[in-house]
Structure formats: structure tokens, C-alpha cells
């Protein structure tokens, strides 16, 4: 979906990280203090990008549902800024309403910290429209994406089996083919977390399959160890017996 040419929007020493991250607390002097929520409210009417970034940035902090309505309609900000600052609001105060705009500026937006943020809030959203564009970002879009996209698909624990079901084959894949550890070791995570959610099935069944092979096979030891932390979180006989014997083997 995004080509490589994309890379120059994410810092590659930085593209975990946020934008909001650098930014200065909203309140230098005390950074507990929450921003008076209808000042915020009014703020994002401002015309001013600063004051509007402001503002949405503050509902990052602040769970008021009277904000969201606002923050869907700075999704489409000129402001990259404003745009990302309100996909992390929108995350801390999702809706129903916001699932549908925010998969329209996911795959319109061309900044990939934004793209990053609006992932993040669909996870969030816990609603199973959001599923097809977390796999596809999964699949599709530059590492700092995708490793977020692997987090976010762990929300589809809240929204049913078939969700879950449908999350696996876009986690299976990452984490046998993502060329960035980190991403593989979020799919690790995630895939811990809904086989938990499965039953006994051939869908379980793939998934400890892939889990198995990425602990005995990876390259990376930072994703051997987060497999294993998931083949333990799960519980499942056959990782726990492979576990034992590699180690008792000395493999690790």
C-alpha cells in the first residue's frame, strides 16, 4: 500500500516513538494537572493548528465523549499534527462513530506518524470494521505501522471469535515474514493473546504451529523470547514440551 519512498516520514531512529512524545507537557509545572476540559472543548474550534493540536493533544488525557465528534472532524486537518494529535484522542475516547472516518483517513493519509495514531485508535475502537485495515496495515505498511497494527489486532480479543478468527492469517504472516524483529515480536504478543480467546481448533492449532516455529527457528533472540513468553501465557502441552527440551538441550 505505501512504497518505500515512504520512508522519510518516520525517523528511522525514532519511528517507534510518537510526535506527541516530544512535545512539552501541556503543563510544565505539573504534569498530574488535567487541562480544563471545556477550555479544550473550545480550543478545538480554534482556528489556530497550534491551538487545535493543543486541544486534541489534551484528549489524549481527558475521557470526555463530548470531544470526539470534534476530534473526527480534525482527522481531516491540513495540519499533520492536528491530525495526529486527534487519532490519539480519538484512542482515548473512542466511539462507534469514529470507525468509519477513521478507516477513510487511514487509507488516504500520507503521513506515517498520523497513519500510526489513527491504527492505534482503531485497535481502540474495539469494533470489528476495524479488522481488514489492521491486517492491512499489518501487511502492507512501513515498520513503525505495522508494529503498531500487530498491537492493535489484540483488541479483536473484546470483539468476538469470528474477529479473532479473522485477525490470524495477517498475524501468522508477520510473524513468519516481517523483515523487522520488533514487529514479529508484537505478532508473538498478540497471537498469545487471542489464542487464548480460541478454542481447541485447527485455527489454535495454526497459530501454536507458527508460534512453535518462530521460538525454535528465529534468528532474532529478542523474538525467541517473546515467542516463549507467549507459547507460556498460553499454556499450551506442546510449547511448554518443546520449551523444556530445547533448554534442557542448551539451545538457549
Not at 485508535?121 to 513503525?144: E, M, P, V, Y
Request: hydrophobic share 45%.
Amino acid at each position: 500500500m505505501y512504497d518505500a519512498d515512504d520512508h522519510y516520514l518516520l525517523d528511522v531512529e525514532a519511528e517507534l516513538e510518537s510526535p506527541l512524545d516530544k512535545m512539552e507537557p501541556l503543563d510544565a509545572e505539573s504534569e498530574a494537572a488535567k487541562p480544563d476540559p471545556e477550555a479544550m472543548l473550545a480550543l478545538l474550534e480554534n482556528p489556530q493548528p497550534q491551538q487545535k493540536m493543543l486541544a486534541a493533544r489534551a484528549f489524549c488525557d481527558i475521557e470526555d465523549a463530548r470531544a470526539t465528534p470534534h476530534l473526527i472532524r480534525l482527522l481531516t486537518d491540513v495540519c499533520p499534527l492536528v491530525r495526529v494529535s486527534a487519532a490519539y484522542g480519538i484512542g482515548r475516547n473512542p466511539s462507534p462513530d469514529a470507525v468509519e472516518p477513521l478507516i477513510n483517513q487511514y487509507n488516504q493519509d500520507w503521513n506515517g506518524h498520523v497513519r500510526k495514531g489513527v491504527v492505534w485508535a482503531l485497535g481502540n475502537c474495539r469494533d470489528a470494521r476495524c479488522l481488514a485495515s489492521l491486517a492491512d496495515a499489518l501487511r502492507t505498511d512501513i515498520s513503525a505501522v505495522r508494529l503498531w497494527a500487530a498491537s492493535s489486532l489484540a483488541q479483536m480479543a473484546e470483539v468476538g471469535y469470528e474477529a479473532v478468527v479473522g485477525a490470524m492469517p495477517a498475524l501468522i504472516e508477520g510473524l513468519v515474514k516481517d523483515s523487522v524483529p520488533a514487529v514479529r515480536s508484537n505478532c508473538a504478543w498478540t497471537i498469545g493473546q487471542l489464542c487464548r480467546e480460541l478454542p481447541s481448533n485447527i485455527v489454535y492449532a495454526t497459530a501454536i504451529d507458527a508460534l512453535i516455529e518462530a521460538f525454535a527457528e528465529d534468528g532474532d533472540l529478542g523474538v525467541r523470547e517473546d515467542t516463549k513468553a507467549a507459547l507460556l501465557g498460553v499454556g499450551d502441552p506442546r510449547g511448554l514440551q518443546l520449551i523444556e527440551t530445547l533448554e534442557q538441550e542448551g539451545w538457549f
